[in-house]
Protein backbone atom coordinates (compact mmCIF):
# COMPACT_ATOMS: atom_id res chain seq x y z
CA UNK A 1 0.00 0.00 0.00
CA UNK A 2 2.63 2.49 1.19
CA UNK A 3 4.97 1.74 -2.64
CA UNK A 4 0.94 2.32 -4.35
CA UNK A 5 0.97 5.67 -3.20
CA UNK A 6 4.19 6.50 -3.64
CA UNK A 7 4.16 5.97 -7.08
CA UNK A 8 0.51 7.74 -7.31
CA UNK A 9 2.74 10.86 -5.99
CA UNK A 10 4.91 10.51 -8.31
CA UNK A 11 3.01 10.70 -10.96
CA UNK A 12 1.28 13.39 -9.52
CA UNK A 13 4.20 15.35 -9.81
CA UNK A 14 4.86 14.30 -12.97
CA UNK A 15 1.82 15.48 -14.81
CA UNK A 16 1.97 18.52 -12.52
CA UNK A 17 5.86 19.13 -13.87
CA UNK A 18 4.12 18.44 -17.57
CA UNK A 19 1.18 20.55 -17.34
CA UNK A 20 3.99 23.55 -16.36
CA UNK A 21 6.41 22.40 -18.87
CA UNK A 22 3.67 22.74 -21.38
CA UNK A 23 2.84 26.27 -20.20
CA UNK A 24 6.50 27.47 -20.55
CA UNK A 25 6.71 26.04 -24.12
CA UNK A 26 3.04 28.04 -25.00
CA UNK A 27 4.59 31.05 -23.54
CA UNK A 28 8.10 30.92 -25.31
CA UNK A 29 6.38 29.63 -28.62
CA UNK A 30 3.97 32.55 -29.68
CA UNK A 31 1.89 32.41 -32.83
CA UNK A 32 2.84 33.97 -36.32
CA UNK A 33 1.60 37.83 -37.53
CA UNK A 34 1.00 37.68 -40.78
CA UNK A 35 0.02 41.05 -42.61
CA UNK A 36 -1.14 41.87 -45.85
CA UNK A 37 -1.64 45.51 -47.14
CA UNK A 38 -2.42 46.85 -50.56
CA UNK A 39 0.38 48.96 -51.98
CA UNK A 40 -1.79 52.50 -51.31
CA UNK A 41 -2.36 53.95 -48.24
CA UNK A 42 -6.10 54.58 -49.46
CA UNK A 43 -6.64 51.26 -51.35
CA UNK A 44 -8.37 52.42 -54.43
CA UNK A 45 -7.31 52.27 -58.08
CA UNK A 46 -9.00 52.37 -61.21
CA UNK A 47 -9.64 49.20 -64.00
CA UNK A 48 -6.82 47.78 -64.87
CA UNK A 49 -4.37 49.46 -62.86
CA UNK A 50 -2.14 46.79 -60.84
CA UNK A 51 -3.05 46.21 -57.81
CA UNK A 52 0.20 44.99 -55.76
CA UNK A 53 -0.83 43.21 -52.15
CA UNK A 54 2.05 43.21 -49.78
CA UNK A 55 2.68 40.46 -47.08
CA UNK A 56 4.86 40.40 -44.22
CA UNK A 57 4.93 36.89 -41.59
CA UNK A 58 6.73 37.30 -38.45
CA UNK A 59 7.41 35.51 -35.16
CA UNK A 60 8.28 37.20 -32.36
CA UNK A 61 8.84 40.09 -34.28
CA UNK A 62 11.17 38.68 -36.61
CA UNK A 63 11.30 37.69 -40.45
CA UNK A 64 9.58 33.73 -41.05
CA UNK A 65 12.00 32.08 -43.41
CA UNK A 66 10.73 28.66 -44.01
CA UNK A 67 7.24 27.54 -45.54
CA UNK A 68 5.03 28.42 -48.06
CA UNK A 69 2.31 31.13 -47.98
CA UNK A 70 -0.95 30.49 -49.84
CA UNK A 71 -3.19 33.33 -51.16
CA UNK A 72 -6.21 34.03 -53.45
CA UNK A 73 -7.15 36.58 -54.95
CA UNK A 74 -10.88 37.83 -55.82
CA UNK A 75 -13.71 39.36 -56.94
CA UNK A 76 -14.41 40.88 -53.85
CA UNK A 77 -14.63 36.82 -52.23
CA UNK A 78 -17.33 35.59 -55.20
CA UNK A 79 -15.29 34.64 -57.69
CA UNK A 80 -11.61 33.35 -57.29
CA UNK A 81 -9.69 35.48 -60.06
CA UNK A 82 -5.91 34.01 -59.01
CA UNK A 83 -4.28 31.62 -56.58
CA UNK A 84 -1.31 29.78 -56.09
CA UNK A 85 1.51 30.04 -52.96
CA UNK A 86 5.06 31.61 -52.50
CA UNK A 87 8.26 30.15 -51.12
CA UNK A 88 8.39 32.38 -47.62
CA UNK A 89 12.48 33.44 -47.62
CA UNK A 90 12.29 36.40 -44.97
CA UNK A 91 11.75 39.14 -47.51
CA UNK A 92 8.48 40.59 -47.91
CA UNK A 93 6.06 38.89 -50.74
CA UNK A 94 3.90 40.79 -53.21
CA UNK A 95 1.02 39.22 -55.46
CA UNK A 96 -0.46 41.58 -58.30
CA UNK A 97 -3.99 41.10 -59.49
CA UNK A 98 -6.05 43.61 -61.85
CA UNK A 99 -10.18 44.32 -62.45
CA UNK A 100 -11.15 45.11 -65.94
CA UNK A 101 -14.49 47.05 -64.70
CA UNK A 102 -15.22 48.90 -61.15
CA UNK A 103 -15.44 46.39 -58.31
CA UNK A 104 -13.30 45.38 -55.11
CA UNK A 105 -10.26 42.86 -55.62
CA UNK A 106 -9.59 41.33 -52.39
CA UNK A 107 -6.39 39.19 -51.21
CA UNK A 108 -6.67 36.19 -48.38
CA UNK A 109 -3.39 35.08 -47.22
CA UNK A 110 -2.91 31.73 -45.57
CA UNK A 111 0.12 30.62 -43.25
CA UNK A 112 0.31 27.57 -41.94
CA UNK A 113 2.81 27.51 -38.75
CA UNK A 114 4.87 24.48 -37.18
CA UNK A 115 2.24 24.93 -34.13
CA UNK A 116 -0.26 23.55 -36.81
CA UNK A 117 -2.29 26.60 -36.93
CA UNK A 118 -3.56 28.50 -40.08
CA UNK A 119 -2.87 31.95 -39.87
CA UNK A 120 -4.98 34.36 -42.22
CA UNK A 121 -5.43 37.69 -43.17
CA UNK A 122 -6.85 39.66 -45.96
CA UNK A 123 -6.67 42.93 -48.03
CA UNK A 124 -9.43 44.40 -49.99
CA UNK A 125 -8.79 47.11 -52.92
CA UNK A 126 -11.77 49.17 -54.56
CA UNK A 127 -11.51 49.66 -58.22
CA UNK A 128 -13.21 52.68 -59.19
CA UNK A 129 -16.06 52.02 -56.62
CA UNK A 130 -18.07 55.20 -57.43
CA UNK A 131 -18.67 53.98 -61.04
CA UNK A 132 -20.28 50.22 -59.56
CA UNK A 133 -24.03 50.34 -60.83
CA UNK A 134 -26.70 48.31 -59.74
CA UNK A 135 -27.02 44.50 -61.14
CA UNK A 136 -30.55 45.63 -61.94
CA UNK A 137 -33.00 48.52 -62.04
CA UNK A 138 -35.39 49.61 -59.74
CA UNK A 139 -38.65 47.62 -60.59
CA UNK A 140 -41.52 49.60 -62.95
CA UNK A 141 -43.95 49.32 -60.23
CA UNK A 142 -41.70 49.69 -56.99
CA UNK A 143 -43.25 53.01 -56.19
CA UNK A 144 -46.80 51.93 -56.94
CA UNK A 145 -46.40 48.46 -54.63
CA UNK A 146 -45.41 50.69 -52.04
CA UNK A 147 -47.79 52.83 -51.89
CA UNK A 148 -50.20 50.47 -52.08
CA UNK A 149 -48.65 49.34 -48.69
CA UNK A 150 -48.33 52.65 -46.80
CA UNK A 151 -52.65 52.89 -47.72
CA UNK A 152 -52.89 49.45 -46.50
CA UNK A 153 -51.22 50.82 -43.22
CA UNK A 154 -53.19 54.14 -42.55
CA UNK A 155 -55.94 52.55 -42.37
CA UNK A 156 -54.75 50.37 -39.30
CA UNK A 157 -55.01 52.98 -36.18
CA UNK A 158 -51.74 53.69 -34.70
CA UNK A 159 -53.18 53.32 -31.09
CA UNK A 160 -50.05 54.36 -29.62
CA UNK A 161 -49.18 52.90 -25.81
CA UNK A 162 -46.60 54.68 -23.59
CA UNK A 163 -45.60 52.80 -20.54
CA UNK A 164 -43.07 55.15 -18.63
CA UNK A 165 -40.13 53.58 -17.89
CA UNK A 166 -36.76 54.35 -16.02
CA UNK A 167 -34.52 56.76 -18.16
CA UNK A 168 -31.65 57.45 -15.33
CA UNK A 169 -32.02 61.63 -15.83
CA UNK A 170 -34.06 64.14 -14.05
CA UNK A 171 -33.98 66.00 -17.68
CA UNK A 172 -35.12 62.97 -19.63
CA UNK A 173 -38.19 60.67 -19.51
CA UNK A 174 -38.50 57.39 -21.26
CA UNK A 175 -41.38 55.21 -22.19
CA UNK A 176 -41.87 51.74 -23.60
CA UNK A 177 -43.39 52.43 -26.90
CA UNK A 178 -46.29 49.96 -28.68
CA UNK A 179 -48.02 50.90 -31.76
CA UNK A 180 -50.25 48.87 -33.88
CA UNK A 181 -49.14 47.98 -36.93
CA UNK A 182 -49.15 45.64 -40.34
CA UNK A 183 -47.35 42.84 -41.02
CA UNK A 184 -47.92 40.68 -38.18
CA UNK A 185 -45.80 42.76 -35.13
CA UNK A 186 -46.45 45.84 -33.55
CA UNK A 187 -44.10 48.39 -33.25
CA UNK A 188 -42.17 47.98 -30.34
CA UNK A 189 -39.27 50.40 -28.63
CA UNK A 190 -38.11 52.39 -26.33
CA UNK A 191 -38.97 56.79 -26.88
CA UNK A 192 -37.26 58.97 -25.13
CA UNK A 193 -37.10 63.24 -25.17
CA UNK A 194 -36.29 66.00 -22.69
CA UNK A 195 -39.19 67.25 -20.31
CA UNK A 196 -41.15 70.13 -20.79
CA UNK A 197 -40.05 70.60 -24.40
CA UNK A 198 -41.78 73.24 -26.43
CA UNK A 199 -43.96 72.53 -29.16
CA UNK A 200 -42.16 72.06 -32.59
CA UNK A 201 -39.27 72.51 -30.82
CA UNK A 202 -37.16 69.55 -31.66
CA UNK A 203 -35.97 67.59 -34.14
CA UNK A 204 -36.58 63.81 -34.33
CA UNK A 205 -34.49 60.52 -34.47
CA UNK A 206 -34.84 56.87 -35.13
CA UNK A 207 -32.25 54.37 -34.44
CA UNK A 208 -32.85 50.87 -36.03
CA UNK A 209 -31.06 47.47 -35.32
CA UNK A 210 -28.76 45.03 -36.82
CA UNK A 211 -29.14 41.84 -37.47
CA UNK A 212 -30.32 39.34 -34.16
CA UNK A 213 -32.91 38.85 -32.07
CA UNK A 214 -33.20 41.35 -28.91
CA UNK A 215 -34.48 44.20 -27.04
CA UNK A 216 -34.54 47.66 -28.53
CA UNK A 217 -32.32 50.20 -26.53
CA UNK A 218 -32.81 53.02 -24.39
CA UNK A 219 -31.55 55.95 -26.98
CA UNK A 220 -30.44 58.64 -23.99
CA UNK A 221 -27.64 60.00 -25.83
CA UNK A 222 -29.62 61.09 -28.35
CA UNK A 223 -32.24 62.49 -26.18
CA UNK A 224 -29.85 64.48 -24.19
CA UNK A 225 -28.62 66.15 -27.77
CA UNK A 226 -32.60 67.58 -27.48
CA UNK A 227 -34.14 65.65 -30.14
CA UNK A 228 -36.75 62.93 -29.92
CA UNK A 229 -35.73 59.32 -29.80
CA UNK A 230 -37.30 56.52 -30.94
CA UNK A 231 -35.26 53.08 -31.34
CA UNK A 232 -37.36 49.93 -31.92
CA UNK A 233 -35.94 46.63 -31.94
CA UNK A 234 -36.18 44.41 -35.59
CA UNK A 235 -39.37 42.54 -34.92
CA UNK A 236 -41.60 44.43 -32.62
CA UNK A 237 -41.13 41.60 -29.92
CA UNK A 238 -41.19 42.79 -26.00
CA UNK A 239 -38.27 45.33 -24.13
CA UNK A 240 -36.53 44.55 -21.32
CA UNK A 241 -36.89 40.34 -21.08
CA UNK A 242 -34.46 38.33 -19.80
CA UNK A 243 -31.92 36.68 -22.37
CA UNK A 244 -33.56 33.50 -22.22
CA UNK A 245 -36.64 34.96 -24.02
CA UNK A 246 -35.01 36.52 -26.65
CA UNK A 247 -32.93 33.39 -27.39
CA UNK A 248 -35.72 31.11 -27.30
CA UNK A 249 -37.31 33.32 -30.13
CA UNK A 250 -33.99 33.36 -32.01
CA UNK A 251 -34.06 29.66 -31.91
CA UNK A 252 -37.67 29.16 -32.42
CA UNK A 253 -40.30 31.19 -34.44
CA UNK A 254 -37.40 33.69 -35.17
CA UNK A 255 -34.62 31.57 -36.91
CA UNK A 256 -33.76 32.67 -40.10
CA UNK A 257 -35.99 34.90 -40.17
CA UNK A 258 -34.04 36.57 -42.91
CA UNK A 259 -35.13 34.08 -45.59
CA UNK A 260 -39.04 33.99 -44.06
CA UNK A 261 -41.62 33.99 -47.05
CA UNK A 262 -39.20 35.23 -49.96
CA UNK A 263 -40.22 33.58 -52.63
CA UNK A 264 -43.11 36.64 -52.54
CA UNK A 265 -43.31 40.25 -52.33
CA UNK A 266 -46.09 39.58 -50.08
CA UNK A 267 -45.48 36.79 -47.92
CA UNK A 268 -41.47 37.98 -47.01
CA UNK A 269 -40.31 38.79 -43.85
CA UNK A 270 -38.92 42.49 -44.48
CA UNK A 271 -42.07 43.48 -45.48
CA UNK A 272 -43.13 43.80 -41.72
CA UNK A 273 -40.09 45.11 -40.79
CA UNK A 274 -40.24 48.03 -43.45
CA UNK A 275 -43.67 48.80 -42.55
CA UNK A 276 -42.46 49.16 -38.71
CA UNK A 277 -39.81 51.84 -40.32
CA UNK A 278 -42.99 53.96 -41.50
CA UNK A 279 -45.10 53.66 -38.64
CA UNK A 280 -42.22 54.39 -36.27
CA UNK A 281 -41.54 57.62 -38.20
CA UNK A 282 -45.58 58.52 -38.51
CA UNK A 283 -45.38 58.27 -34.64
CA UNK A 284 -42.58 60.93 -34.27
CA UNK A 285 -44.03 63.32 -36.50
CA UNK A 286 -47.12 63.30 -34.87
CA UNK A 287 -45.86 63.97 -31.76
CA UNK A 288 -46.53 68.02 -30.65
CA UNK A 289 -42.56 68.46 -30.25
CA UNK A 290 -41.66 67.53 -33.49
CA UNK A 291 -40.23 70.52 -35.38
CA UNK A 292 -41.38 69.34 -38.45
CA UNK A 293 -37.68 69.86 -40.23
CA UNK A 294 -35.54 67.01 -39.09
CA UNK A 295 -36.06 63.53 -39.24
CA UNK A 296 -32.95 61.48 -39.23
CA UNK A 297 -32.65 57.77 -39.12
CA UNK A 298 -29.33 55.64 -37.87
CA UNK A 299 -28.37 52.14 -38.04
CA UNK A 300 -25.48 49.54 -38.42
CA UNK A 301 -25.27 46.49 -40.73
CA UNK A 302 -29.37 45.71 -40.87
CA UNK A 303 -30.04 49.06 -39.08
CA UNK A 304 -28.09 50.32 -41.77
CA UNK A 305 -29.72 48.55 -44.82
CA UNK A 306 -33.36 49.95 -42.62
CA UNK A 307 -32.09 53.72 -42.81
CA UNK A 308 -31.72 53.37 -46.24
CA UNK A 309 -35.29 52.08 -46.90
CA UNK A 310 -36.27 54.37 -44.44
CA UNK A 311 -35.55 57.61 -46.25
CA UNK A 312 -36.80 55.84 -49.32
CA UNK A 313 -40.17 55.54 -47.77
CA UNK A 314 -40.29 58.75 -45.77
CA UNK A 315 -39.48 61.90 -48.08
CA UNK A 316 -39.38 63.80 -45.35
CA UNK A 317 -36.30 61.95 -43.84
CA UNK A 318 -33.64 64.75 -43.97
CA UNK A 319 -30.74 62.75 -42.84
CA UNK A 320 -29.28 59.50 -42.59
CA UNK A 321 -26.38 57.38 -40.82
CA UNK A 322 -25.14 53.70 -42.54
CA UNK A 323 -22.78 51.88 -41.03
CA UNK A 324 -22.07 49.16 -43.07
CA UNK A 325 -25.28 48.85 -44.41
CA UNK A 326 -26.86 45.00 -45.39
CA UNK A 327 -29.86 43.92 -47.45
CA UNK A 328 -28.05 45.65 -51.10
CA UNK A 329 -27.26 44.19 -54.40
CA UNK A 330 -29.71 41.09 -53.64
CA UNK A 331 -30.24 40.95 -57.31
CA UNK A 332 -25.75 41.02 -58.12
CA UNK A 333 -23.25 38.24 -57.78
CA UNK A 334 -21.54 40.10 -55.28
CA UNK A 335 -24.53 41.00 -52.72
CA UNK A 336 -24.44 41.55 -48.80
CA UNK A 337 -26.35 39.84 -45.77
CA UNK A 338 -29.01 38.32 -46.23
CA UNK A 339 -27.77 36.22 -49.48
CA UNK A 340 -31.31 36.60 -50.12
CA UNK A 341 -31.53 35.05 -53.61
CA UNK A 342 -30.21 31.55 -53.63
CA UNK A 343 -28.27 30.27 -56.67
CA UNK A 344 -27.63 26.97 -58.60
CA UNK A 345 -24.63 25.22 -59.34
CA UNK A 346 -24.14 27.33 -62.81
CA UNK A 347 -24.75 30.02 -60.53
CA UNK A 348 -28.14 30.96 -61.77
CA UNK A 349 -30.57 32.93 -59.52
CA UNK A 350 -33.73 31.74 -58.37
CA UNK A 351 -36.02 33.33 -60.82
CA UNK A 352 -38.83 33.81 -58.27
CA UNK A 353 -36.99 34.81 -55.28
CA UNK A 354 -34.83 37.50 -57.58
CA UNK A 355 -38.01 38.74 -58.45
CA UNK A 356 -39.57 39.43 -55.18
CA UNK A 357 -35.83 40.52 -53.48
CA UNK A 358 -36.12 43.83 -55.72
CA UNK A 359 -38.97 45.37 -53.44
CA UNK A 360 -36.70 45.08 -50.59
CA UNK A 361 -33.34 46.00 -51.64
CA UNK A 362 -31.68 48.77 -49.83
CA UNK A 363 -30.56 50.11 -53.01
CA UNK A 364 -33.49 50.68 -54.59
CA UNK A 365 -34.66 52.87 -51.86
CA UNK A 366 -31.60 54.71 -51.65
CA UNK A 367 -32.86 55.62 -54.70
CA UNK A 368 -35.53 57.53 -53.67
CA UNK A 369 -34.47 59.80 -51.29
CA UNK A 370 -32.67 63.69 -50.94
CA UNK A 371 -31.93 63.20 -47.23
CA UNK A 372 -27.99 64.21 -46.53
CA UNK A 373 -26.59 60.90 -46.25
CA UNK A 374 -23.29 59.52 -44.46
CA UNK A 375 -22.24 55.46 -45.02
CA UNK A 376 -19.07 53.38 -43.76
CA UNK A 377 -18.08 50.55 -45.80
CA UNK A 378 -15.53 48.37 -44.59
CA UNK A 379 -13.13 46.51 -47.78
CA UNK A 380 -12.72 43.13 -46.55
CA UNK A 381 -16.29 42.94 -44.82
CA UNK A 382 -17.49 39.24 -46.06
CA UNK A 383 -21.00 40.24 -44.24
CA UNK A 384 -21.95 43.28 -46.41
CA UNK A 385 -19.41 42.79 -49.08
CA UNK A 386 -18.02 47.15 -50.15
CA UNK A 387 -19.90 45.72 -53.31
CA UNK A 388 -23.15 45.51 -52.46
CA UNK A 389 -22.42 48.68 -50.25
CA UNK A 390 -21.53 51.02 -52.96
CA UNK A 391 -24.21 49.95 -55.04
CA UNK A 392 -26.41 51.54 -52.93
CA UNK A 393 -24.12 54.74 -51.89
CA UNK A 394 -23.67 55.08 -55.02
CA UNK A 395 -27.66 55.64 -55.73
CA UNK A 396 -28.10 58.07 -53.28
CA UNK A 397 -29.54 61.52 -54.71
CA UNK A 398 -28.84 63.91 -52.04
CA UNK A 399 -25.81 65.13 -50.44
CA UNK A 400 -23.41 62.08 -49.78
CA UNK A 401 -20.28 60.91 -47.75
CA UNK A 402 -18.84 57.56 -47.49
CA UNK A 403 -16.28 56.84 -45.41
CA UNK A 404 -13.81 54.12 -46.54
CA UNK A 405 -12.25 51.53 -44.07
CA UNK A 406 -9.71 49.15 -46.41
CA UNK A 407 -8.91 47.42 -43.17
CA UNK A 408 -12.20 47.08 -41.72
CA UNK A 409 -14.55 43.65 -41.49
CA UNK A 410 -17.76 43.72 -40.46
CA UNK A 411 -17.80 45.72 -37.58
CA UNK A 412 -18.07 49.37 -36.46
CA UNK A 413 -15.28 51.89 -35.81
CA UNK A 414 -15.38 55.38 -34.29
CA UNK A 415 -15.34 56.50 -37.94
CA UNK A 416 -18.78 55.94 -37.82
CA UNK A 417 -19.78 56.93 -34.71
CA UNK A 418 -17.50 60.52 -35.65
CA UNK A 419 -19.02 60.75 -38.79
CA UNK A 420 -22.45 59.88 -37.64
CA UNK A 421 -22.46 62.45 -34.62
CA UNK A 422 -21.16 65.33 -37.11
CA UNK A 423 -24.38 64.95 -38.98
CA UNK A 424 -26.40 64.65 -36.10
CA UNK A 425 -24.86 68.20 -34.85
CA UNK A 426 -25.37 69.64 -38.03
CA UNK A 427 -28.61 69.23 -38.34
CA UNK A 428 -29.75 70.11 -35.16
CA UNK A 429 -28.31 73.24 -35.63
CA UNK A 430 -30.16 73.42 -38.82
CA UNK A 431 -33.30 72.88 -36.36
CA UNK A 432 -32.75 75.48 -34.40
CA UNK A 433 -34.72 78.93 -35.34
Known amino acids: MPMRRSRLLQFSVFIVWLAAACSVWAQQTPGYELKVLTDRPDALYHANDPV ?80 IRPSLPVPDDFDAFWSEKKKELAAVPMNPVLTPVDSSSADIECFDLQLDC ?76 RHQGRESRETYYFLGMYLRLIRAMEFLMAQPQWDGKEL ?16 GLNPRVTALAANVPAMCEHTGRVNGWPRLVPRDEQGNPDPQILEAARYFDAMNFA ?19 PTSVYAAYNNLRGPKRI ?30 P
Not at 201 to 220: C, D, E, M, Q
Not at 367 to 385: L, M, S, W
Open 52 to 131: TFDMTLLRENQPVAQGQVEYIISNDGEETLDQGSLPVTGESLAVTGRLDKPGFLRCQATYTGEDGKKYLSTAGAGVDPLD
Open 182 to 257: LGGAPVSGYYMRPKAAQPKSLPALLSVHGAGVRSSNKPARYAELGMLALDINAHGIPNGKPAEFYQGLAKGELANY
Open 403 to 432: VNEPLMKHESRPSFTQAADELIRKHIQKAK
Open 367 to 385: ARTQADAVVTVGFIDNTCR
Open 296 to 311: IVIGSSQGGGQSLVAA
